[in-house]
Every structure is written in structure tokens, then in C-alpha cells.
């Protein structure tokens, strides 16, 4: 687990988290972009790889289309928005039921410095300005049933998410690997977080390369410490 991960390879289908991964964490999500000239090597790698790259994340996808370049698969709402390169982000979401809605904002009205964030129908109470309130939460969310209206609750960096079923970075995975031009090809998951592990494992099972940014358990194979050793690595294929 400590290894650095074996090169990639032009036959391969590269699978990208967004946040603490290809940018780095911020106390206002608003303000994370790519570094310069990032942009420049995920198009030429993406190129290299005969367009077999896509960014997923839990960021809704219109918001992830405006940080992720055009040409790029993009797949936003833990897998429920995907979107082809050169597409446009949809102008209308679904929306998450009325009453996981008011648990949510309930439970965040209880501790200040919380905030709901709303990505089409995913539910995110973030909490990083309460880190102390992180296991209160945690605890008031998980006793609240949600999975009675179909939603499981999943746990971040200082955030809760609650989502519906195919809300499943996994699942987002496995159906672009159904696909061109990603099918047929090595599948290489590189994500930082606990909702990167899902697809972690979806890539395990195609005895794919999955690599872990940062600290922390995870079914990954490899590890790269920071998100400036992901550029690096990232940019050995192209040159750049």
C-alpha cells in the first residue's frame, strides 16, 4: 500500500476524483479550480488515451463543468449526471424528497457553522467549520431514516452525504467501462476519499490500478501522498 503505482499506459481508462485529488481542499468549495496548466495535460493525456478519461465526483455536474475542461467525460452527483464530452450541463435537476430535505436542514439548524448543500438529489451537510460537531451529526443523521424514502448516508471530510441509491461512484465506473471508449481497457481509479472507495473496489474487481491519494484505510492498491504527486504522475504519460 505505501508503493508508488506503476506507470500508466496508453490502453488504459483513467478515472479522476475532483476534490483532493486533481485540486486541493478548501474551506469554500467555491474556490477550488484546477492549478495551471492542469488543464493543458488532462487534455493531452485524454488525447494519449484515446479519450479514455473521466472526472467523477460529488459535485453536481453543472459545478463540475465549469472546473473540468469541455472535452472531458465528466461525470457529476456521484454518478447520477454523466456527461459526454463537449456536453452541456442539464438546466434542471431531480430533486431529493421533501422530508430527507427536512431532516437534513433539521439537523444542521442544530449546529452553527453546518450548511446543506444541494446537488440535484444529493444532500450534502457539510461541517467544516464545526469539525467538533463532526460525531453529533454524524449520530443525529444516522438515526433519522433516511433509508425508509431509499437514501444511505455517506461519510466525507468533514461532510455527510445523503443519496439516493445510484448515487455510486462504482456503479458510474462500471457502466463507462460498458462503454466506448472506455471498454476493453485497464481501469485506473485515483481518488482521496471515503466515497472514492466504492469505485476503488468496482475497479479492483476488473483487476484494474487503484491508487489512494493521501492518509487513511482503503481498498486501493497504490498510494500517492499529495494532490501535486497526482499532476506529476498523471503528466509522465504525455511528458508534460
Request: glycine share 12%.
Amino acid at each position: 500500500m505505501t508503493k508508488r503505482p506503476p506507470p500508466l499506459d496508453a490502453g488504459d481508462a483513467v478515472f479522476l476524483d475532483f476534490d483532493g485529488t486533481l485540486a486541493g481542499l478548501q474551506d469554500d468549495p467555491e474556490t477550488v479550480f484546477l492549478a495551471p496548466g492542469l488543464e493543458e495535460v488532462l487534455v493531452a493525456l485524454s488525447a494519449r488515451l484515446g479519450g479514455a478519461l473521466a472526472v467523477i465526483s460529488g459535485r453536481d455536474a453543472g459545478d463540475l463543468a465549469r472546473r473540468v475542461p469541455l472535452g472531458l467525460w465528466r461525470v457529476g452527483n456521484h454518478g447520477l449526471i454523466r456527461l459526454a464530452p463537449g456536453d452541456a450541463a442539464p438546466g434542471s435537476r431531480a430533486t431529493a424528497p421533501e422530508e430527507v430535505d427536512a431532516v437534513l436542514r433539521g439537523v444542521t439548524a442544530r449546529f452553527a457553522g453546518a450548511r446543506v448543500e444541494v446537488k440535484g438529489p444529493v444532500l450534502a451537510l457539510h461541517y467544516r467549520n464545526a469539525p467538533d460537531a463532526g460525531a453529533a451529526i454524524g449520530k443525529a443523521l444516522e438515526t433519522a431514516g433516511l433509508e425508509a424514502f431509499g437514501y444511505s448516508l455517506q461519510a466525507g471530510k468533514f461532510v455527510f452525504e445523503a443519496k439516493p441509491g445510484d448515487a455510486n461512484k462504482g456503479k458510474a465506473l462500471e457502466r463507462l467501462m460498458q462503454q466506448s471508449p472506455f471498454c476493453g481497457r485497464r481501469a485506473v481509479m485515483i481518488g482521496d476519499d471515503t466515497t472514492d472507495e466504492d469505485a476503488f473496489a468496482a475497479a479492483n474487481r476488473r483487476s484494474g490500478l487503484t491508487i489512494k491519494v493521501g492518509a487513511g484505510q482503503t481498498v486501493a492498491h497504490y498510494r500517492l501522498n499529495a494532490v501535486e504527486d497526482v499532476h506529476a504522475y498523471l503528466g509522465e504519460l504525455t511528458g508534460a
